[in-house]
């Protein structure tokens, strides 16, 4: 591939990432049913989150503006298909109408068929415990395919199915709010079974289009270098979190879409799976409005772990919590460089997707946390765009010169 700039590809795509259910507003699909128990935090609810629905085009422009050259969104399926088997035209025209607006702009799409939200009546039949939810979600994509397949190169068919299994069936953080190792990896199972689905069916409309999954990738050490149990729990986390999955699906992945946000030091303890998996905080690293520490470097060692699989990359997310706008613009500069490296020791990253071009709806953290290059006003749902985002576009100019 020709080179600029002594290590960033030509084509190489900058840009931000989003989801349907955290920016759009006013979805109807298993999460607002749960928002409704008061689980999120402060009591909130997605209602009309960043409003994007509306106002997408204002957002699209900001990203040119910005010099975004790849835009990555979410279809929300319980819009598409709000009973089973009926779909909705005038879902279909608007997601049509996003993807022909980022086309207008010269921003390449690239569209996630599921980002952890289902339409009721699939939670209804059981979600993604039930085998037949492999099959509905192939009946979903193929339509999607089939209407909006014109618009669309790149895919990614389910976005972090390992968080979603552990964090819904394993931990009992999110809906359904399950507690049971079985389940959780029936789970996992079914969802192997449904990129794979997915994969095939995005291939027979187009043999040309670029398939992924958004893989959530931690870089886990142990917090006690020569720890024999510390060093036992990270290899197993690895291999449980970062491997197994890649395991089952790099075949079909055209490219591996890498979410990075978590360095994670590991220190044994006797007191429970969920306090054995929490990371113990490290050398005073910078920390997101999250808690979560700032680790460039571990992005550097994901991609080598990655070489194994003989796929480009796509960094698909990484980002931060930072209402103060403090960190990003080095955060970003810094994972950049780590991309940089990367690129010079040839390893084929094809680009890089901020989280996230707006603020939005955190899931079960609710509204607070600042993930955006982009601010909204939630009373007004006015956008401002934050310094960091001008340093991105500076760095976008400088790689891309
Ligand atoms: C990954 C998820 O895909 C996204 O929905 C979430 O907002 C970010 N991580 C930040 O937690």
Do not use: C
């Amino acid at each position: 591939m020709e080179t600029q700039n002594k290590s960033f590809p030509k084509h190489f795509f900058w840009g931000a990432a989003t989801s349907a259910h955290q920016v759009e507003g006013n979805n109807h699909n298993d999460w607002t049913e749960w928002e409704k128990l008061g689980r999120v935090a402060h009591g909130e609810h997605s209602g009309l989150a960043s409003g994007h629905y509306d106002r997408y085009r204002e957002d699209f422009a900001i990203a040119k503006e910005l010099g975004h050259t790849m835009h990555r969104l979410s279809i929300e399926w319980s819009r598409i298909e709000p009973r089973p088997g009926i779909f909705d035209q005038q879902a279909i025209a608007h997601y049509r109408d996003v993807l022909l607006e980022l086309r207008r702009l010269g921003i390449e799409p690239m569209v996630t068929l599921w980002h952890f939200t289902n339409p009721i009546w699939v939670q209804q039949l059981g979600g993604w415990t039930n085998k037949q939810t492999i099959d509905l979600y192939g009946r979903y994509v193929s339509t999607i395919v089939r209407e909006l397949g014109d618009l669309v190169t790149y895919w990614i068919t389910v976005n972090e199915p390992t968080v979603y299994s552990s964090s819904s069936y394993l931990f009992s953080y999110w809906p359904p709010e399950r507690k049971n190792p079985i389940t959780a990896w029936s789970v996992i199972r079914n969802f192997v079974a449904a990129h794979r689905l997915g994969y095939q069916i995005i291939h027979r409309h187009n043999p040309n289009a670029k398939v992924g999954v958004a893989n959530n990738l931690n870089h886990f050490i142990p917090a006690r270098r020569n720890n024999y149990l510390d060093r036992t729990l990270a290899t197993f986390s690895r291999y449980w979190h970062n491997q197994w999955w890649l395991d089952q699906t790099y075949l079909t992945q055209d490219f591996i879409g890498l979410n990075y946000y978590f360095y994670h030091p590991l220190r044994f303890k006797i007191s429970g799976l969920q306090n054995l998996l929490r990371p113990e905080p490290q050398d005073r690293a910078p920390m997101s409005d999250l808690g979560w520490e700032i680790h460039p470097h571990g992005l550097g060692e994901l991609f080598d772990f990655l070489k194994k699989y003989d796929r480009p990359i796509i960094v698909t997310e990484n980002g931060l919590a930072d209402a103060a706008d403090q960190f990003r613009a080095a955060f970003i500069r810094d994972h950049v460089a780590e991309i940089e490296k990367a690129l010079q020791r040839g390893v084929r990253i094809q680009g890089y997707l901020h989280w996230s071009l707006i603020d939005n709806f955190e899931w079960r953290e609710g509204f607070a946390p600042r993930f955006g290059l982009i601010a909204i006003d939630y009373a007004t749902l006015q956008r401002t765009i934050r310094p960091s985002a001008y340093t991105y576009r500076d760095i976008i100019r400088q790689r891309s010169a």
